[in-house]
């Protein structure tokens, strides 16, 4: 088994560079009009209060995938039902995100380029990059948001001395009332993309700090939504509020504006590759989480995977839209009719049932909490391998050797196994 470890400050990495993926480039219209920016403030504060119970399912389970605390929590077939529901869900999301990249390369920069090639060449990069594992994905993150800051940085400062702001185009705050305001981030804001990192529950038992990782990931969210609500913001004061609902790309549109006397002409190619950093990482943790619960569901080496669900992508591609306003219409449904059932529900119903299931083995007699990240009541009905210690002071191992998935999530050490072990020794 391969050990891999993540630390917080690459969790953090991930998790800006896959909420700024999409979030920076799609328009899925601004309900809320000049307010929208406000709308993403609101967004966030939804998206982080949906975290703070992905992570409580993470930090009571934190050895263990969430493809297998479904099993635990709602029994073997349901839980492998909703396992296989998220790889499914996953890789529908990896394959929205990778149109969302190849129509803007081809709307861009390679105009006579068909989209499905784009497509298959940055989908070939991503396979190349989870076939080398998590770490380098991780590193790799370090790197490349740093350079993605750079570019937005620069950005900003063009669009500064340029002149093109006018911050009355963002005035009268709330003259509209309230109501498109809630609108927007009650059918839109709160999910897209913060709801989404509910994907990174497939990749926090990896992390060597637990709780600084959860803690990263607050962090993350916060900053995310200060930069989407500082673009959001800016596009408004510069194309006003009716342009930058019509635009496609309304940040690119902004950002060749910002051109300074004959020096510094068309600087929007800069924020094309920070696009593209975004979206690219944003495919791979879909991905990987898919890649990693499928192989876990069914038992297969995650190599093996990589490249058949590769084609699976594409294939999802080059049947799903012909245009890109349709591209959009589509993914304006999802998240109305589909994305609130993996986002809210079923998270919801884990969290209803992982407190029934600590309230009654709480209340049996010389049942007690184990160093096996979870609860139990020292049966050794932990899912990962890894041993618990009951009232008794018998130690009982997994009822499986691990996942299959060729990681092994990481142990806090003897007895910690990722399951429910049993009571505290």
Not at 133 to 153: K, P, S
Not at 327 to 345: A, N
């Amino acid at each position: 088994m391969e050990k891999i470890k993540i630390t917080p400050l690459q969790i953090f990495s991930l998790i800006v560079l896959f909420e700024l993926g999409t979030g920076l480039v799609v328009n899925l219209g601004m309900e809320a009009g000049k307010d929208e920016w406000l709308a993403v403030l609101l967004g966030m504060v939804i998206g982080i209060l949906l975290y703070a119970g992905y992570s409580m399912l993470y930090l009571w389970f934190p050895n263990m995938l969430p493809t297998e605390y479904d099993k635990l929590l709602l029994g073997k077939y349901l839980g492998t039902l909703a396992g296989i529901s998220y790889m499914v869900f996953f890789l529908y999301k990896a394959s929205r995100d990778l149109m969302d990249g190849g129509l803007l390369v081809i709307a861009t920069t390679l105009r006579e380029t068909p989209v499905f090639i784009v497509n298959m060449l940055m989908m070939i990069t991503v396979a190349y990059t989870i076939h080398k594992g998590l770490e380098v994905l991780a590193r790799t993150a370090l790197i490349l948001l740093t350079v993605m800051m750079m570019i937005g940085a620069l950005n900003l400062l063009l669009i500064a001395f340029a002149h093109i702001v006018d911050i009355n185009r963002l005035l009268p705050v709330l003259g509209g009332g309230i109501g498109p305001l809630l609108r927007a981030v009650s059918r839109t804001n709160y999910q897209f993309p913060f709801a989404e990192v509910i994907a990174f529950n497939m990749l926090l038992p990896f992390l060597n700090h637990p709780k600084k990782g959860v803690k990263a990931g607050y962090l993350a969210l916060l900053f995310t939504g200060l930069i989407l609500s500082l673009a959001v913001a800016t596009t408004v004061a510069v194309l006003g509020a009716d342009l930058a609902e019509r635009s496609y790309f309304p940040m690119l549109i902004m950002v060749g504006k910002a051109s300074i006397s004959d020096f510094i002409q068309r600087p929007d190619i800069f924020v094309v590759m920070a696009f593209i950093i975004g979206i690219y990482f944003k495919i791979c943790i879909y991905f990987f989480a898919a890649v990693i619960g499928i192989s876990n569901i069914f038992n297969i080496p995650y190599q093996k995977l990589i490249y058949p669900l590769t084609l699976i992508i594409l294939a999802l591609t080059a049947f799903e839209t012909r245009s890109y306003s349709e591209h959009l219409t589509k993914g304006g449904k999802m998240l109305y009719l589909v994305d609130p059932i993996f986002f809210i529900v079923l998270p919801l119903i884990l969290l209803i049932a992982a407190v029934i299931r600590k309230f009654i083995f709480r209340s049996r007699p010389g049942a007690g909490t184990g160093t096996g990240g979870g609860f139990g009541t020292g049966a050794g009905d932990g899912i990962m391998g890894g041993a618990g210690t009951s009232a008794a002071g018998t130690a009982h191992t997994g009822t499986e050797g691990g996942s299959g998935a060729g990681y092994e999530v990481p142990r806090s050490g003897p007895g910690s196994g990722g399951g429910v072990g049993g009571g505290g020794s």
